[in-house]
Nanobody, 124 residues
Framework: QVQLVESGGGLVQDGGSLRLSCAAS????????MGWFRQVPGKEREFVAS????????AYADSVKGRFTISRDSKKNTVYLLLNSLKPEDTAVYYC?????????????????WGQGTQVTVSS
């Protein structure tokens, strides 16, 4: 069992930055790829970024490539998402997730564990 708790969301102005954190419990963090997804009301949850078990491989949605950076700290059992150059269209609830894979995973269906989400709001 993996429990995930996100933090770091908030209100930020257009062009600003935030860093989201996701603390994972359980030893399984060390053998799960981690990912971030986001969702706005009335739309499907969409892939944002993923990182491999080793941290050496990452994947990003085209819409965030070059602006967001995913990383993980195995000693702290935590995965991060640094959000730079934020835009109003980045406003969403951001979810952390864990998948029993070694490489980055972009498909929502492969993730078995989810956090409760953290709200990110970008004002124009």
């Amino acid at each position: 069992q993996v429990q995930l708790v996100e933090s770091g969301g908030g209100l930020v102005q257009d062009g600003g930055s935030l860093r989201l954190s996701c603390a994972a419990s359980g030893r399984t963090f060390s053998n799960h790829a981690m990912g971030w997804f986001r969702q706005v009301p009335g739309k499907e949850r969409e892939f944002v970024a993923s990182i491999s078990v080793s941290g050496g491989n990452t994947a990003y949605a085209d819409s965030v490539k070059g602006r967001f950076t995913i990383s993980r700290d195995s000693k702290k059992n935590t995965v991060y998402l640094l959000l730079n150059s934020l835009k109003p269209e980045d406003t969403a609830v951001y979810y952390c997730a864990a998948a029993p894979r070694r490489m980055p995973v972009i498909y929502l269906s492969e993730y078995g564990y989810w956090g409760q989400g953290t709200q990110v709001t970008v004002s124009s």
